[in-house]
């Protein structure tokens, strides 16, 4: 059945949405669709491309590795502190990118709080790699994961533990086994958005990272170089970034919503 | 403006958060990322602050990044002192930027550039008046205090392994980095060694007081007592060095035509280059 909906709603949501797409119309209306292939090879999107895959793929296996065991003590333990840890550990999410790449800088640069005793006990260096690279991006998505698990695990009840353990499976097989299989469609959504946030992430990465093609020069940062001496080029890098956001969230619409 | 907004919808995020269930939560989420994204963006556009509401009059001056020390401490401050009710805003950047920010959105009363080149650019769109030199730069390169990579020459930054950090290309500090090296001959093996592109001359300060690049080079001014910046500096000679020329102009259709002139003016006076020596650039004649 046809539900009308208020006039001033539909108005709004109007406006909303084409203020959200207008930026992306514009980037395909101004792109020098002419000149594509050495606008491309000029900005040196292919090294660009390859660096952004590598960088937000590996800091989403980072957020949730890291991501989902410290939900799991924030949603179940109990100790003193928990609302004070969450705070700290959502903070990134608040935290304007490049104040986060400044404190990254700090503590894991060479001369940095833990960084000095990577470098000089273990000749590890951060900066200037694309593992700086993705440690920024890590740690601007890794809240992400965080918070929609831990609302996933708030909403299993934990009798569904308290069942199994009484059925004889220690801790471990019943995370596995029971609440595991109920918490993935959760994990999932929040590793989608926090791959999002990594291959957009900006601020945090070329403040501790640097800019170097082909090892810290991720899209978002291609694009902020190629703005000025290469605008058409700058507008291809985006479009690439819109087309692959666009391509993942379509295809992981069902797990983000949770609806058809 | 944006900030405040940012701020607000955080709040209210932080209060739906308190008690959401999970779809609410996402909501949240959403705003968090989106308003994250918003500020990373932010950054590029620089400092341009508005005035508070009882200033009378305001000009807003477009300044290369390396301008940054005397404009903000020295020369703005004097200036405002001598009118009444004026409040400068400084956009700070690398010039090539700001050449763009003048030309997409044209809200500069004056020009100040690192390069003729950018000055060039925005002669021709949206043209400019009263284009004079106020200023000369060089080039040094600076290190961490404690030199780790030993650099005593220029010749050194062809080493291999040295980690140094120039600005990116079209950056005016950036350019003359690379004419420099070309001078000395090491142009090739110097940029294997370049470990980031910065965007702007203070980026690449930046690097290099966070200890983090062994290596790096900039204008003589940052490293002057007034810039007081905690680093080490290893001349490059004349016969290598580039002579950086800044111009300034005031830009056509600039909101405040006439004291942007007066401005100029001042720059351009005994006191406004006394400011300049001071903090080691050279005078413009």
């Not at chain 1, 009484?166 to 929040?190: C, D, E, H, I, N």
């Not at chain 2, 301008?67 to 401050?77: M, R």
């Not at chain 2, 009263?130 to 220029?154: E, G, H, K, W």
Request: glycine content about 10%.
């Amino acid at each position: 059945m046809h539900r009308r909906l208020p006039l001033p709603l539909v108005g709004l949501a109007a406006i909303g949405a084409i203020f959200v797409a207008l930026p992306v119309v514009a980037l395909v209306v101004r792109a020098p669709w002419g000149e594509l292939g050495e606008a491309l090879g000029g900005v040196g999107a292919g090294s660009a491309f390859r660096l952004s895959v590598v960088v937000s793929v590996a800091a989403t296996v980072l957020s949730v590795v890291f991501g989902v065991p410290l939900a799991w003590v924030l949603a179940r333990g109990s100790f003193p502190g928990r609302s004070v840890l969450r705070a700290v550990v959502v903070l990134p999410l608040v935290l304007p990118p490049v104040v986060g790449g400044l404190g990254l800088l700090f503590a894991l640069g060479r001369s940095g709080v833990a960084g000095r005793w990577l470098h000089e006990a273990l000749g590890i260096q951060l900066t200037f790699t694309t593992w700086g690279a993705i440690v920024a991006a890590t740690f601007v998505s890794m809240p992400l994961v965080v918070i929609a698990t831990e609302a996933g695990l708030r909403s299993i009840d934990p009798r569904y533990e308290l069942a199994a353990a009484t059925l004889g499976a220690r801790p471990s097989r019943a995370m596995w086994r029971v609440v595991m299989p109920m918490l993935a469609p959760q994990v999932a959504a929040g590793a989608v958005l926090a791959w999002a946030r990594a291959l957009g992430e900006f601020g945090a990465t070329i403040t501790f990272a640097g800019n170097l093609a082909g090892r810290t020069q991720t899209l978002p940062l291609a694009v902020y170089q190629a703005r000025q001496t290469d605008p058409g080029g700058a507008i291809f890098l985006s479009l690439i970034l819109v087309v692959i956001s666009i391509v993942v969230l379509v295809s992981m619409r069902h797990r983000l919503t949770g609806g058809r | 403006m944006f900030p405040l907004v940012s701020l607000v919808l955080k709040l209210y995020a932080a209060r739906l958060w308190e008690g959401g269930n999970v779809n609410r939560r996402f909501i949240v989420i959403s705003v968090l990322v989106f308003t994250g994204a918003a500020c990373s963006s932010n950054d590029s556009s620089g400092s341009a602050a508005t005035s508070s509401a009882d200033a009378e009059t305001h000009l807003t001056v477009f300044a290369a990044s390396s301008l940054t020390a005397v404009f903000q401490d020295a020369i703005g401050p004097d200036f405002e002192a001598q009118h009444d009710g004026l409040t400068i805003t400084f956009n700070f950047g690398a010039s090539d930027s700001l050449a763009g920010q003048i030309q997409s959105e044209g809200t500069a009363d004056v020009f100040a550039s690192a390069s003729g080149t950018w000055m060039d650019a925005v002669q021709d769109d949206p043209g400019v008046t009263d284009r004079s030199d106020f200023a000369t730069n060089q080039l040094v390169i600076i290190t961490p205090p404690d030199n780790p990579a030993d650099i005593a020459s220029i010749d050194d930054l062809a080493t291999p392994g040295v980690q140094l950090v120039l600005a990116a290309e079209g950056v005016p500090v950036g350019d003359y980095a690379r004419e420099a090296l070309e001078n000395a001959g090491i142009l090739k093996e110097a940029e294997a060694n370049v470990v980031s592109n910065e965007e702007d001359n203070a980026s690449v300060v930046a690097k290099v007081t966070a200890d983090e690049a062994d290596a790096a080079i900039v204008y003589t001014s940052d490293v002057s007592s007034a810039a007081g910046n905690d680093v080490t500096a290893v001349e490059i000679p004349e016969d290598v060095n580039v002579l950086a020329i800044y111009p300034i102009a005031v830009v056509t259709g600039a909101p405040d035509a006439t004291l942007a002139g007066e401005f100029l003016s001042y720059v351009l006076s005994d006191a406004g280059q006394a400011s300049l020596e001071e903090y080691g650039f050279g005078t413009a004649s």
